[in-house]
Structure formats: structure tokens, C-alpha cells
């Protein structure tokens, strides 16, 4: 198909897998979604920056979405590709397979940036992972969000949540079990807001160092767009995962304002 005239359509699958996502996620948790985004930037390449901290985060990603009348191609781990039922209907439901640590990144920018100019938007984790930060603030990104960005022209909207660790361990499918059925009880709050577009303006694709400094403006617009969602919990969160494991290697210390 040529995207260039046909602009990207979500496939059903991917429109019920919305309606599905909306439904698990009422029945586990008390979604609230706030925030937007902009009518004129529905219309162009759009890119979704998305913390990532559960998980439970894509069916959470997914149901806040529908809420905001968007079906955006998820740029996930090529491990859900090889799984015999996920993988095939992520392929039909048009996400974009990243593996992480080969040489098929670069497939996976390439493609995610044709979807982009075919009008489709685009969902990123830009951490590359589910964070280990002691207090799940997000990390110090890796640079193929911010690459994508600025190849493309595409504005990036940061989304934050918070919550979604409340409902499956890091360890999921090992305690899922347990897991769900404690948020059953429980139905903890999961909040999605989505902030404002991250300024790029003033950085040019190739330019060396440009992209490193896009990744650390978009981790501090997440960080900034999280921070309002966890107001009682500033250091580390409450509800503390057992099988999470803690890493400070990767980070992220918010670089101070400008002008």
C-alpha cells in the first residue's frame, strides 16, 4: 500500500482489541484519563512517548487511547511478534516490531517513520524498557524515539501513567494470578495524562548530539507530565513489587530550565 496516498486506517482487530482493553482494564482498576490531543496534530506524524512501568501498560495504553479517539501502531519488542496468537494479531493489527539489540532496530525506525508520514501515529516506550528506577521514574531514553522524531518531523505528545504497577508485578506471568486478583479487590487508580508536545524546533536530524539532547527534553516532559499524576508519592512509590529489581545505572537527572 502506498502510504503516501493511503493514509493508514486501524484494522478492526485493533479497534476491538481497544474495546477489550477498555473492558479489562475497568474491571481491574479505576481508569482516569486527562489531558489531549491537539486537533490540528491528528492529522500529521504524531508520536506517542510513553513511560513505562508495568507490564500491564500497553492494555492501559491501549483503553486511555480509545478514550482519546486514537489508534496509534506500538513500536513493541519482537518477542510478542514470535509468540504464535500475540504475534499474529499484532502483525494484522499493524504495530511495528522492534528487536532490541540487533540490526533490526534500524528496520524498525525506518518503518515506524513511513507509518508516520502515512498519517499513522506511533507509540514508543522511549526508556526501551519496563524502568527498574527505585522510585519508577522515568529513565535516562534511549536516543531511537528522539531519532524517529526528527527524521520525520513528527511532534511528540509525552504520555504519562501511573498506577498500572498495581495490577501486574514486573515478573508477570509469574504471580499474575495473584496479582489480578488483588486488584479485583483492590481496583486500584490508574491515571493517563497526556501533556503537552515536546519543543524540537530548534534541533536538526543529524546534527551530532541532537539526538541525545531531544531524548533528555522528552524524558523531562514525562517526568514533568508524571509528577502531577503521584502527588503523595514524590519518592518511592507505596505499593512496592518484591520481583522488581532496582537499577540507578540508567537514572535520570532532568536537566534545568532554559531562558
Given at each position: ?9 486501524p ?7 481497544q ?5 479489562v482494564?475497568?474491571?481491574l ?42 489508534a ?33 532496530v ?14 499513522a501515529?506511533?507509540?514508543v ?20 524515539t ?15 501513567q ?18 489480578v ?13 497526556f ?29 514533568d ?17 518484591p520481583?522488581?529489581p ?8 532532568r ?5
Open positions: 500500500m502506498d502510504t503516501a496516498h493511503s493514509p493508514w486506517q484494522p478492526l482487530i485493533w479497534r476491538a482489541a474495546l477489550l482493553a477498555r473492558l482494564v475497568g474491571l482498576a479505576r481508569l482516569e484519563v486527562t489531558g489531549g490531543i491537539p486537533a490540528p496534530l491528528r492529522g500529521g506524524p504524531l508520536i506517542l512517548a510513553a513511560n513505562h512501568i508495568s507490564p500491564f501498560d500497553p492494555i492501559v495504553l491501549a483503553a486511555a487511547c480509545r478514550a482519546r479517539r486514537v496509534p501502531r506500538i513500536m513493541a519488542t519482537g518477542g510478542l511478534f514470535r509468540a504464535p496468537v500475540i504475534g499474529a494479531a499484532m502483525r494484522r493489527a499493524g504495530h511495528i516490531r522492534v528487536d532490541r539489540g540487533t540490526s533490526g534500524h528496520r524498525a525506525l525506518d518503518d515506524a517513520a513511513a507509518a508516520a508520514a502515512g498519517g501515529p506511533i507509540l516506550y522511549p526508556e526501551g524498557r519496563i524502568g527498574l528506577d527505585p522510585g519508577l521514574w522515568p529513565e535516562r531514553g534511549k536516543t531511537g528522539a531519532r524517529l522524531a526528527l527524521s520525520c518531523g513528527a511532534p511528540v505528545i509525552p504520555v504519562a501511573w498506577g498500572s504497577h498495581e495490577v501486574l508485578p514486573y515478573r508477570a506471568p509469574k504471580g499474575l494470578l495473584r496479582g486478583a488483588r486488584a479485583l479487590v483492590r481496583r486500584p487508580t490508574v491515571r493517563v495524562h501533556g503537552d508536545p515536546v519543543d524540537l524546533s530548534d534541533l536538526t536530524h543529524g546534527v551530532p548530539g541532537a539526538a541525545r539532547l531531544a531524548t533528555d527534553r522528552i524524558i523531562d516532559a514525562l517526568t507530565t508524571l509528577a502531577p499524576l503521584r502527588p503523595d508519592e514524590p519518592g518511592r512509590p507505596r505499593h512496592v513489587d520481583g522488581r532496582a537499577d540507578t545505572s540508567r537514572s535520570h537527572r536537566r534545568p530550565a532554559t531562558g
